[in-house]
């Protein structure tokens, strides 16, 4: 079975978090939110939710591996920061991030809600709450890359089953079953994706390759296609078939530029199919693919031409 987010070199736990004084607090809050979002705890030994709180807390920083830190000021031995952040009650939990609060909460927390609280901090700042799980899928979409589309799909479930909020790998999961030619297996886990994440970017880009993919299974032969367009150009149903064909085949490159010919000769054919099949090609394709970059820009100088 394989092992997600495994690290022989990470840090002892509770290396990330720190208890914290007014001498350090500028250096260990306010300066190191400038590189890692640090989450304050405003606690005192003798605050009953403070002790349920604060290790609940701890473990979900400990968790994240580094994305955020977390530093305890007790407010007992700390009246003067406690006083300057207007701290009223405890717990108090504020969240810094390039040397401001950006989110913060009073009262103790279940554990669900704490999980939460610190994914979106590590969000907000730009990071990934996945943790350990890049790792994995990196490697997932490396096997993909390699040809390995069934042990892509091994990794890409585990990540799954680890974390059912993974975007990423709902839609390595699609796009690995697309490339091992399962499309039943596709439209499963397509269905399976969780309504919050069915119009996420990755999931949006595998529907993309699973809707061209079935396409492809209807497509006609590409000669047939390429001498009936030739023998008609003005044929818009043979040039949209033949481009279909063309992208089955592997080219799609050449099917942009048949569909670019046809949105130039007849934008509204078939209520703007060249377009919108445009668009499902550019979802498809990695976002950094020249292909895409330009078509794109070809296509937007016919449409603000």
């Known amino acids: 079975m394989l092992e997600l987010g495994g690290n022989q070199n990470a840090a002892p736990k509770g290396e990330y978090v720190k208890e914290v004084t007014e001498a350090n607090f500028m250096a260990e809050v306010i300066e190191k939110s400038q590189e890692v979002p640090v989450i304050v705890d405003f606690w005192a030994p003798w605050c009953g939710p403070c002790r349920q709180l604060g290790p609940a807390l701890e473990a979900e920083v400990n968790a994240a591996k580094g994305a955020v830190v977390m530093a305890k000021v007790n407010v ?35 554990g669900s809600e704490i999980k939460k609280f610190v994914a979106k901090v590590i969000e907000a700042a730009g990071g990934d709450a996945s943790g350990g799980l890049d790792e994995a899928l990196e490697a997932a979409e490396a096997m993909l890359a390699e040809g390995a589309a069934a042990d892509a799909a091994e990794t890409f479930a585990a990540i799954i089953g680890e974390d059912d909020q993974n975007a990423a790998a709902y839609g390595g999961l699609i796009r690995a079953h697309v490339a091992a030619g399962a499309l039943d297996q596709a439209e499963q886990a397509l269905a399976g994706v969780p309504a919050p994440l069915a119009t996420s970017a990755p999931v949006e880009a595998a529907r993309a390759q699973l809707d061209l993919a079935k396409q492809a299974e209807e497509a006609g032969p590409l000669d047939d296609l390429g001498a009936r367009l030739e023998a008609d150009p003005d044929d818009h149903q043979a040039r949209f078939d033949y481009a279909q064909a063309l992208y089955a085949a592997g080219d799609a490159e050449e099917a942009v530029d048949q569909l670019l010919e046809l949105f130039r000769r007849d934008r509204e ?33 016919m449409i603000f031409a």
Do not use: H
Not at 82 to 103: C, E, H, K, M
Not at 274 to 287: E, N, S
């Open 76 to 110: 007992d031995e700390n009246q003067m920061i406690a006083g300057q952040l207007r701290i009223q009650s405890i717990p108090t939990v504020y969240a810094f991030w390039q040397g401001q609060p950006v989110d913060g909460f009073q009262g103790a927390l279940p």
């Open 269 to 301: 054919w078939n209520e703007g199919a060249a377009k919108t099949q445009l668009f499902k090609i550019f979802d498809a394709l990695k976002p950094n693919d020249p292909v895409v970059a330009k078509g794109r820009r070809r296509l937007s100088s």
